[in-house]
C-alpha cells in the first residue's frame, strides 16, 4: 500500500507511463480529426438540408428513447436494487447484455421480435403498426442500446442509499409514494442524472441496431450517426463536419453534467 501510494515508487512510474500511453490513445485521433476539421467550409455543411434532418431527427429519437428508458427504467431499477443479490445477478445480466452485444446483433435480434416475419410480426401486422424502416424502429433500436446504462447506474445509486430513512418515514405514517417522491428521489437525483446523462449520450450516438433494423431512410430513420455513414462514402470533409458536431454535443452533455452532479453521483 505504501508503495502504490508513493509518488516516486517504481511502480508508480511504471504505470503512469501506461496511463500516458492510453490517454495519449484516446485523445490522439479527436486531436487529429480537429486538426483535419474544415473550418472554412462548416457553415455550408451545418446549413444543408439533409444534416439539419438528421440532426433533429437524432434529437427527437434519442430524447423519445430517453423517456421511454427513464419510465419503464426506474422500476427496473428499483426492483433490482431491493432483490437479494443472488436472485437479482440473472435479471441483472440479461439487462446489461445489450451493452456487450455487437450493434448490428442487436439490430438482427430486434428484428427477429419485431420484423415482419419476426415473434410478433404477424401481432403488428394485424394491428398495421409498422416499425422496421419507421422512426418508431430507430427509437427502438436507440431505447435497447441505451436502458442498461440508466438502469445499473440507478441501481447503484438505490443501493447505496440508506435505508434506514425510508424505514424512519415508515414508522411516521408515510405512505411508500410519498417516501419514493420525498425521500429517496431527492437523494437519487445525482444518480438518475447520472444515468440519463449517459443514456442520451449512448442514443444519439447510435449506428448499428438503427441501419439493421430501422434502415437508413433520409428524413425517417437517419440520424446523424447513420449519415455521418452515407457521407463518408462520397465526401469526408462533410463526414467530418457531422462527426465533429456529434463529438462537441457529447462533450457537451458530459462536462455539463461533471460540472452539476458529477461529486454526488
Known sequence: MTMLS????????????????????????????????????IGRYLSAPAFREALFLSFLVSTIALVLVVLLGFPLAWILAHMKEGRAGLLRTLVTLPMVLPPVVAGVVLLSAFGREGLLGP???????QIPFHMSGAVLAATFVSAPFFVLTVEAGLRALDPGLDGAAATLGARDFRILTRITIPQL????????ALSWARALGEFGATIT?????????????????????????????????????????????????????
Open 6 to 41: 508513493s509518488t516516486r515508487s517504481p511502480l508508480t512510474t511504471l504505470f503512469r507511463a501506461l496511463a500516458g500511453i492510453l490517454v495519449l490513445f484516446l485523445l490522439l485521433p479527436l486531436i487529429a480529426a480537429t486538426l483535419r476539421l474544415p473550418w472554412g467550409s
Open 123 to 129: 401481432l403488428l401486422g394485424l394491428l398495421q403498426i
Open 189 to 196: 437525483i445525482p444518480s438518475l442524472a447520472s444515468g440519463a
Open 213 to 265: 433494423f430501422a434502415g437508413n431512410v433520409r428524413g425517417r430513420t437517419q440520424t446523424l450517426p447513420l449519415a455521418v455513414y452515407e457521407i463518408l462514402q462520397t465526401d469526408y470533409d462533410g463526414a467530418m463536419v457531422a462527426s465533429f458536431v456529434l463529438l462537441a454535443i457529447s462533450l457537451l452533455v458530459l462536462v455539463s453534467f461533471r460540472r452539476k452532479w458529477g461529486r454526488g453521483a
